[in-house]
């Protein structure tokens, strides 16, 4: 925010604009971040990555179709695909699963001859 409010003006209305108010090179916004993070451990850090962490951010606390227009795709399926996170643990679920055991005994669908499962 403090870059914005002390931002020279300029036509985009960029916040990250050159010294002339105008777009700036990728090829020198992505030499200026190599500068940024030499001697750092975040080399894992690209302009991709912040693509994604927007994306996952927006549709966390609204949905994929809003992601999906920040991002500028036509589909919300690319946006869900390739730059929404997804979840790294999978929900507990043990109560449901707990039931599996819980009526060993009592059957209701007779066993398949070929689950090896029993």
Do not use: C
Request: hydrophobic letters at 30%; glycine letters at 4%.
């Amino acid at each position: 925010m403090d870059r914005k409010v002390d931002a020279p003006d300029n036509p985009h209305d960029a916040i990250f604009a050159s010294r002339r108010g105008t777009w700036l090179s990728p090829n020198n916004v992505r030499r200026q971040w190599r500068q940024a993070r030499a001697d750092t451990d975040l080399d894992w850090v690209t302009p991709h990555t912040f693509r994604k962490t927007v994306a996952t951010l927006i549709k966390e606390e609204k949905d994929t179709k809003s992601a999906s227009a920040q991002l500028g795709h036509s589909s919300e399926e690319v946006t869900d695909t390739y730059y929404i996170a997804k979840a790294v643990q999978a929900p507990d679920v043990s109560d449901i699963l707990e039931r599996l055991g819980t009526h060993r005994h009592r059957r209701s669908v007779p066993p398949n001859p070929n689950d090896a499962h029993g």
